[in-house]
C-alpha cells in the first residue's frame, strides 16, 4: 500500500487500468467477445445457438455460485466436481422410488459432503484445500463404486426435467436464474451474507465481535455441496445417463475460473455474483468461438490459463 | 510473545508432570513417523491376510509402480515444505510422456532433454511468477495445470496421436533390469538420496525450511527468498518432467490419458508423510512411506479382488483425511499440553 502512495504519478494511470479490469473487466470481455461472434461467425444470432450456450453453461453457473461463497470465506472447494458425479449416481440408484425421491436423495448427499468438508474446516482446522482435496478422491471413487458404469435411465419425469421449457426458456436456465437471483439476495440482503463477508475479510476480528464463525463456514461449505448436488442432477437428467466416472470431471478448474474471472478475489471478504455468472458464460463464450472458429481443445485451455492469471494479476494490483 | 511464554509455562508444566512430556514425545513421533508405522502395520496385516502378498516378485511390483509417482513427490516435497503447492505436476508428467516419445526418434538424448527443458522452462515461469508477484502458487499452478494439458493436445493432435518410442536406448532406461528392478527404481532411489541430502544437508535446504516456516522472517534473515522459491517450483518441474519420461520409456509409447489427477495422489501422499501443506515441517522419508502405502493399499485392493480400483479412491481420500484430522489433533493437543 505504501508502495503506491509513493509511486510517482506514472503509475497512477496504471493502477487505476488494473482496478477498472477488476471491477468491469469481466463484463467488457463477454461484450467483446459477443461483438467479435456477431461480426464473424455466422449462424451466432440465432435463437438455437443462444439456447444451447445457456443450457450447457447452466451448470457451470450453478456450482460457480456456490464455489463464490466459499471463495468469500476466504477459503476452496476443490471437491465440487466429484459431487456432481456422486448427485448423478445415486439419483440413478434412487430412481425406482419415483424421480423426486431420487432427487431429494441426491441433494441431501451433496449436502452431507459439504458438511463433512465444512466441519474439517470449521472444526477441525484443516486447511479448506485439504480437506475438500481429500473429499474430491473420496467422493468420486464413492460414486464410481456406487454406479461403477454408464448407466441409462428412462424416467420420463427426470428426462423431462433436462428438456423442458418455460416461457420458452429451457427450464435448466430458468433453475440457473433463479438460483442465481437467490444467492445474490443471500449474500446482499441477509445476515448471513453480511457475517460471510466478514469471516472472510477478517476471521479473528469476526470471531472476537461474536459471529458464529464456525456455523458460517459449515453452512458455506453445505451451500456449495447442495449447488453442486443440483447441477450434477440437471447435467444427468440432460444426458439421460448416469456417468460417474466423467461427469463433472475438473468441474473444480473452470469454477474456480469463473468466480476469480468474476472478480471475487481469493483472498475472501467480498462476493461478486453477478461477476461468477459473467465469468462463468466468458469461458462458454470462449470455448464457443474457439469451436465455431475450428480451432482445436487444445487452444481453450491455454486461453483459459491466461485468463485466470491476468484475473489473478489484475485483483492483485488493486490490492497491493 | 505469546508462545514464548506458553513454551516457557509448557517447559515448567512437563518438569511438573512427566506424564505430559511423554504425550508430546508420543505426538512428535506421530508427527513425523505415523506414516512408516501404518505403512508398517499394512504390510503385516497384508502378509497376514494373504498368502501372495508378501512375496518378492508383488513387492517389486508394488516398488515398480510406485517410483514414478515417488519422483513427482520428491519435487512436490520440497514446495510443499516451502509454503507453496504446485498443482500442475500430473499435466507435466503426461505432457513430458508425449515430448518424450515425440523425441526420441532423433535419438536417447533428444528424448530425455526435450521433456526436461520444457517441464523445467514451466517450472521456472511458475516460479518467477509466484515469487515475483506474490500470486497464491496454487492458482498459478492451476493455470499451469490447464496450459500444459493444452499444450499436451497440441502435441498429439489434440490427444489423437500416441507417440511411440523409437529408440532402443530410451525405453531399455524405463525397461532394464539391475538386481531384480528396474532402472527407474535405482533412479528413484538416487534421487531420494540427493534429495534427502539437499533438503537436510545444505544451506539451500535450510532455506526451504525457513521460508516455509515464516516467509517475513526468512526475508529479514536475509534469506533470497525469490531465488528459493523459484529453484523449488524448478526442481518440482524437472523431476516431474522426468517421471513422465521415464514412464514413456517403460510403456514405450506417449500415452495421452495417464496422468489426470495424479497431482491428487502426490499431494496425498506428501501430507500423509508428515509433511505439514502449511509449510516449514516435513521431509523425504515420510514422502516416501506416504508413496509406498498408496502403492501398498492399491496392491491389497488388488488382492482382494472383488473390490474395484475406484475403491483404492475412497481408502485414499479417507486415509488422507484421516491423516491430517490426526495432525491437526496432535498440533492441538501439542499446544495446549
Redesign the interface.
Known amino acids: 500500500m505504501a508502495e503506491i502512495a509513493a509511486a510517482p504519478r506514472a503509475w497512477g494511470g496504471r493502477v487505476r487500468l488494473l482496478a477498472w479490469l477488476q471491477e468491469y473487466g469481466v463484463y467488457a470481455s463477454v461484450l467483446a467477445l459477443l461483438l467479435f461472434n456477431v461480426v464473424f461467425t455466422p449462424h451466432f444470432l440465432e435463437v438455437a445457438n443462444f439456447r444451447t450456450q445457456l443450457i450447457q453453461v447452466a451448470p457451470v453457473v450453478i456450482t460457480s455460485l456456490g464455489l463464490a461463497l466459499v471463495i468469500g470465506t476466504e477459503g476452496i472447494d476443490l471437491s465440487v466436481g466429484s459431487v456432481m458425479a456422486l448427485a448423478s449416481a445415486i439419483v440413478v440408484l434412487y430412481l425406482g422410488y419415483g424421480a423426486p425421491i431420487a432427487i431429494i436423495a441426491a441433494l441431501i448427499a451433496g449436502a452431507a459432503v459439504g458438511a463433512c468438508g465444512g466441519a474439517l474446516v470449521a472444526y477441525v482446522g484443516v486447511q479448506p484445500i485439504v480437506a475438500t482435496l481429500a473429499l474430491l478422491v473420496g467422493v468420486r471413487g464413492l460414486a464410481n463404486v456406487l454406479v461403477p458404469q454408464l448407466t441409462e435411465f428412462r424416467n420420463p419425469a427426470l428426462i423431462t426435467l433436462g428438456s423442458r421449457s418455460v416461457l420458452g426458456l429451457p427450464l435448466v436456465v430458468v433453475i440457473a436464474a433463479a438460483l442465481t437471483v437467490l444467492v445474490a439476495f443471500l449474500v446482499k440482503r441477509t445476515t448471513f451474507g453480511r457475517q460471510l463477508v466478514a469471516v472472510g475479510g477478517n476471521r479473528a476480528a469476526s470471531r472476537l465481535s461474536g459471529l458464529p464463525v464456525r456455523r458460517v463456514l459449515v453452512t458455506v461449505y453445505v451451500i456449495s455441496g447442495l449447488l453442486a448436488a443440483v447441477a450434477g442432477v440437471l447435467a444427468t437428467s440432460r444426458l439421460q445417463a448416469s456417468d460417474p466416472t466423467s461427469l463433472g470431471l475438473l468441474m473444480e478448474l473452470s469454477a474456480i475460473t469463473a468466480v476469480v474471472v468474476g472478480g471475487t478475489p481469493l483472498t475472501g471478504g467480498r462476493v461478486r455474483v453477478l461477476g461468477t455468472v459473467m465469468g462463468a458464460l466468458l469461458i462458454q463464450l470462449l470455448q464457443a468461438t474457439l469451436i465455431k472458429h475450428n480451432l482445436p481443445q487444445s487452444w481453450t485451455q491455454m486461453v483459459q490459463a491466461v485468463i485466470i492469471l491476468a484475473a489473478v494479476y489484475a485483483a492483485r494490483g488493486r490490492r497491493a | 510473545m505469546t508462545s514464548t511464554i506458553t513454551d516457557a509455562e509448557t517447559r515448567a508444566d512437563a518438569r511438573r508432570q512427566p506424564g505430559r512430556l511423554r504425550r508430546e514425545r508420543i505426538g512428535h513421533l506421530l508427527q513425523h513417523h505415523g506414516a512408516l508405522m501404518v505403512l508398517a502395520a499394512t504390510v503385516l496385516v497384508g502378509t497376514a491376510a494373504f498368502d501372495s502378498f508378501a512375496t518378492p516378485q508383488n513387492a517389486a511390483n508394488i516398488v515398480v509402480s510406485s517410483s514414478f509417482l515417488a519422483i513427482v513427490a520428491i519435487g512436490m516435497t520440497f514446495v510443499v515444505i516451502s509454503g507453496g ?1 504446485d498443482l500442475s505436476v500430473g499435466s507435466s508428467f503426461v505432457l513430458a510422456g508425449v515430448l518424450a516419445a515425440y523425441g526420441s526418434r532423433y535419438g536417447l538424448l533428444v528424448a530425455l532433454l526435450l521433456p526436461l527443458a520444457v517441464c523445467g522452462a514451466i517450472g521456472l515461469i511458475q516460479g518467477l ?1 509466484v515469487a515475483r ?4 502458487p ?3 499452478t ?6 500444459m ?6 502435441v498429439s493432435d ?1 490427444g489423437a496421436n500416441t507417440y511411440l518410442v523409437r529408440s532402443e536406448a530410451f525405453s531399455a532406461l524405463g525397461q532394464a533390469s539391475f538386481l531384480g528392478l528396474t532402472l527407474p527404481v535405482w533412479i528413484t532411489l538416487g534421487l531420494v538420496l540427493l534429495g534427502g541430502v539437499l533438503l537436510q544437508r545444505t544451506g539451500f535446504g535450510q532455506n526451504v525450511y525457513a521460508i516455509g516456516g515464516s516467509e517475513e522472517a526468512a526475508v529479514l534473515m536475509g534469506v533470497p527468498v525469490t531465488r528459493v522459491k523459484v529453484l523449488v517450483y524448478l526442481i518440482s518441474g524437472l523431476l516431474a518432467g522426468l517421471a513422465g519420461a521415464l514412464n514413456a520409456a517403460r510403456l514405450s509409447s506417449g500415452v495421452t490419458i495417464l496422468g ?2 495424479m497431482e ?2 502426490v ?2 501422499a506428501v ?1 500423509i508423510g508428515g509433511t505439514l ?2 509449510g516449514g515441517a516435513g521431509g523425504l522419508t515420510g514422502t516416501m512411506a506416504g508413496v509406498l502405502l498408496l502403492g501398498v493399499i492399491q496392491s491389497l485392493i488388488n488382492q482382494i479382488g472383488v473390490l ?1 480400483s ?9 486415509f ?2 484421516l491423516v ?2 490426526m495432525q ?2 496432535l498440533h ?1 493437543a501439542q499446544r495446549l499440553s
Open positions: 503447492i511468477i508477484t506474490g500470486m497464491a496454487f492458482i498459478v492451476l493455470a499451469g495445470l490447464l496450459g494439458r493444452g499444450l499436451m493436445l497440441a489434440e489426470v489427477g491428487l495422489d499431494i496425498a501430507v501443506l502449511t474395484t475406484s475403491f483404492q479412491q475412497v481408502v485414499s481420500g479417507a488422507l483425511a491430517v484430522v491437526r489433533l492441538r
